[in-house]
């Protein structure tokens, strides 16, 4: 099993930047690909951001493509994703997701692991 727990969330007004971590425990980091989500108010979970299990490979929602960084430091067991450019259509709870094998995820079915999630408010 793996433990994740987020943090670094907010307030921030509109046009600010927020920088997420989620510290992994347990099984080997390294060997899970993961991924960013988050889910507003009375709307399901959407998927954010994603990176390969070595890091090599991301991918975005178009939604953030060009405004968040999602970056790993295996040796550190620490996921992060770079928020700028922060609107407040971003607000959201975010959760951080760890899902076994290489390749890159974009859906909630295909990870296994959960952290709690981190508030992210965006004041216009």
């Known amino acids: 099993q793996v433990q994740l727990v987020e943090s670094g969330g907010g307030l921030v007004q509109a046009g600010g930047s927020l920088r997420l971590s989620c510290a992994a425990s347990?099984?080997?980091?390294?060997?899970?690909?993961m991924g960013w989500f988050r889910q507003a108010p009375g709307k399901e979970r959407e998927f954010v951001a994603a990176i390969s299990q070595s890091g090599a490979s991301t991918y975005y929602a178009d939604s953030v493509k060009g405004r968040f960084t999602i970056s790993r430091d295996s040796p550190k067991n620490t996921l992060f994703l770079q928020m700028n450019s922060l609107e407040p259509e971003d607000t959201a709870v975010y959760y951080c997701a760890a899902g076994p094998g290489s390749w890159l995820r974009v859906a909630v079915y295909e990870y296994d692991y959960w952290g709690q999630g981190t508030q992210v408010t965006v004041s216009s």
């Open positions: 347990g099984r080997t980091f390294s060997l899970y690909a």
